[in-house]
């Protein structure tokens, strides 16, 4: 196994993805440091067996990442610097224009071995070995040349833990095309600048982890709206536990038995329930061209673990999944056109009440098959409940922070590590509130919070897998009332 390992020698890393990101370039992606060694090779000389190795080098299958230290994106902030003057034009120092420029970096321990280690699962033949030791020997920064860096070429022999897949590697022909674009440059062609590779590194394997929820939509139960003053979709917390408890006391009479932890959410001594339980989600009108964020229903998700216990052969298997469709048939009231109508009023929900029914008008909407496609690409059609509170004060650490617990979100229903995740205020999915009220909004203008939700932020996203997964996707603290909800999107949707 050949290893290239990188350590940044002040301690910081200035690493930019383009000008209109804040967010530094980390962990710096392999195509980024094959360049760096290109430009190693033409500061060289432009040495025929380095060239050689290089072109061995990038026709190799992408490399796998490992971080040796966690590092600490730095606040970044404009600083203003003066460009280059017109050709023949001369300009007193303390006149010269000022222009913004940004320096995303990053804080590393300085004293650290080694921060990044870019890991192939080849052997360097013993040709191109020499001419490897020396193109990182001669690497002297990677990012901006304000990131000084030692890089060394090793063998090893075991694979850490943790290892990120590569999400820009090189690819055969990069240095020729590499070499093209430098010729152009120097011709004059300003614009001749290289882009980003695409080529990705090979996804892991599937999670062994079971998904939470029922992936099955005959296993949704949904109900449409049926006549009263029509909800907000922000209301969506309160409604989701009206239903609920409407839910529990109807399970009381149909059963005779309290209602058990996969639908009332705690255990019997009233504890949080240690399993995945039953979530209460929006059916609203998001996604399409036109959609207004409408509230049209509400769908009951059972947990994965019940609908498989109704799979089972056997009696028992039959009463347990009896007993379900039982509570479900005794929530509401029957009306005389045997229709059974549920009436939602939350507590704090004001004056109106809501009236559901089952559905049957076969809105698209209320397809519970939008939100269980395979997909690549998601994004928040409710913005994501985070598990805890930040505790960074900086926008770029709060960001960072975020992100990692919307990454940890998905590692606890099952979902592999994104690629990519992207945080913001305002939802990619037509129609969907935002995440917050504008500001000088009253509060109440935001989406109604639960005692239980306290201050915690709530964030729309966007997911970006190396391969496609399957929906549901519910993340965050507030899943179980249909925060957090996503829809799959298509591909070249922003």
Same mark, same amino acid.
């Given at each position: 196994m050949l290893c290239l390992d990188i350590a940044w020698l002040t301690g910081t890393a200035f690493l930019a993805r383009d000008p209109s990101d804040l967010a530094p370039d980390w %962990?710096?992606? %392999?195509?980024?440091?094959?360049?760096?060694?290109?430009?190693?090779?033409?500061?060289?000389?432009?040495?025929?067996?380095?060239?050689?190795?290089?072109?061995?080098?990038?026709?190799?299958?992408?490399? &796998?990442?490992?971080l040796s230290e966690q590092a600490h994106p730095r606040q970044t902030v404009k600083v203003y610097v003066p460009p280059n003057d @017109?050709?023949?034009?001369?300009?007193? %120092?303390?006149?010269?224009? &000022?222009?913004?420029?940004?320096?995303?970096?990053?804080?590393?321990?300085?004293?650290?071995?080694?921060?990044?280690?870019?890991?192939? $699962?080849?052997?360097? @033949?013993?040709?191109?070995? %020499?001419?490897? $030791?020396?193109?990182?020997?001669?690497?002297?920064?990677?990012?901006?040349?304000?990131?000084?860096?030692?890089?060394?070429? &090793?063998?090893?022999?075991?694979? @850490?833990?943790?290892?990120?897949?590569?999400?820009?590697?090189?690819?055969?022909?990069?240095?020729?095309?590499?070499?093209?674009?430098?010729?152009?440059?120097?011709?004059?062609?300003?614009?001749?600048? @290289?882009?980003?590779a695409t080529r990705r590194g090979t996804p892991p394997a599937a999670p062994t982890?079971?998904?939470?929820?029922?992936?099955?939509?005959? +296993?949704w139960v949904v109900f449409e709206h049926a006549g009263g003053a029509r909800p907000d979709l922000r209301a969506q917390a309160g409604?989701?536990?009206?239903?609920?408890?409407?839910?529990?006391?109807?399970?009381? +009479?149909a059963n005779r038995t309290p209602a058990p932890a996969w639908i009332s959410g705690h255990e019997s001594d009233g504890a949080p329930a240690r399993d995945p339980h039953l979530a209460v989600v929006p059916m609203a009108n998001l996604g399409w061209d036109h959609s207004d964020g409408r509230l049209i229903g509400l769908a009951l998700v059972p947990p994965a673990s019940e609908t498989s216990a109704w799979a089972a052969p056997g009696p028992a298997a039959f009463e347990r999944r009896r007993a379900f469709r039982q509570a479900v048939a005794r929530l509401g009231e029957v009306e005389p056109d045997g229709r059974a109508i549920l009436t939602l009023a939350p507590q704090g929900g004001g004056a109106w009440r809501w009236r559901l029914a089952p559905a049957t008008s076969g809105l698209r909407s209320l397809d519970p098959a939008r939100y269980l496609g395979r997909a690549a690409m998601w994004a928040s059609a409710t913005p994501v409940l985070l598990d805890r509170h930040l505790k960074s004060a900086e926008p770029p650490e709060r960001s960072a922070e975020a992100e990692d617990m919307i990454r940890a979100a998905c590692a606890r229903v099952g979902l592999p590590d994104p690629a990519a995740v992207t945080l913001t205020k305002h939802a990619a999915v037509a129609g969907a509130p935002p995440a917050r009220p504008a500001g000088g909004n009253p509060s109440w203008t935001g989406w109604a919070r639960r005692k239980s939700f306290g201050g915690r932020a709530l964030v729309h996203a966007r997911l970006a897998f190396d391969a496609a997964v399957t929906g549901p996707v519910l993340l965050g603290a507030g899943r179980f009332r249909g925060l957090g909800l996503f829809l799959p999107m298509r591909e070249g949707q922003a």
């Open positions: %962990p710096p992606q %392999p195509d980024r440091i094959f360049s760096a060694l290109v430009a190693s090779w033409g500061l060289g000389g432009e040495d025929p067996a380095e060239r050689a190795a290089l072109e061995w080098l990038e026709s190799q299958e992408p490399p &796998r990442l490992h @017109p050709k023949g034009v001369t300009v007193l %120092p303390a006149n010269r224009k &000022r222009q913004d420029r940004t320096f995303p970096a990053l804080a590393l321990d300085p004293g650290a071995r080694v921060h990044l280690s870019l890991l192939w $699962d080849t052997e360097a @033949p013993e040709k191109h070995r %020499p001419a490897l $030791d020396a193109l990182a020997r001669r690497t002297s920064h990677m990012g901006h040349s304000a990131s000084l860096v030692r890089a060394m070429f &090793r063998d090893g022999d075991a694979l @850490p833990d943790g290892l990120l897949v590569s999400r820009r590697a090189p690819y055969r022909g990069r240095l020729a095309e590499l070499e093209a674009l430098y010729r152009r440059h120097m011709a004059g062609a300003a614009n001749a600048r @290289p882009r980003p982890s079971p998904r939470p929820f029922a992936t099955d939509s005959a +296993q409604l989701a536990e009206a239903l609920r408890l409407a839910l529990m006391e109807a399970w009381t +009479q």
